[in-house]
């Protein structure tokens, strides 16, 4: 079955950095699009970014544009998401998603921006 496995979150002072990664199984990874999602407290889940198969453009959020870089391995079945210039308002669980599967999601993986 498809699954979805988040890691690298934490706790960060603004200005800081962290990269997520999202290992995926069970479906045939690099024929799908991949994207970001982040939920904060008592806010609704919010599109980060999406990376397609190949050869494609990559999409942010305007929150995110500049600061935020989504790649893939299509050797390693895993997305990243390299974060840099964190904000107090970054923080949120962040999902990784794929339409595999009629849309399956992740656990998620908790990014605190705070000093």
């Known amino acids: 079955q498809v699954q979805l496995v988040e890691s690298g979150g934490g706790l960060v002072q603004p200005g800081g950095s962290l990269r997520l990664s999202c290992a995926a199984s069970?479906?045939?990874?690099?024929?799908?699009?991949m994207s970001w999602y982040r939920q904060a407290p008592g806010k609704a889940r919010e599109w980060v970014a999406t990376v397609p198969t190949s050869g494609g453009i990559t999409r942010y959020a305007d929150s995110v544009k500049g600061r935020f870089t989504m790649s893939r391995d299509n050797v390693k079945d895993t997305v990243y998401l390299q974060m840099n210039s964190l904000k107090p308002e970054d923080t949120a669980v962040y999902i990784c998603y794929t339409p595999r599967n009629f849309g399956s999601w992740g656990q998620g993986t908790q990014v605190t921006v705070s000093s």
């Open positions: 069970g479906f045939t990874f690099s024929s799908y699009a």
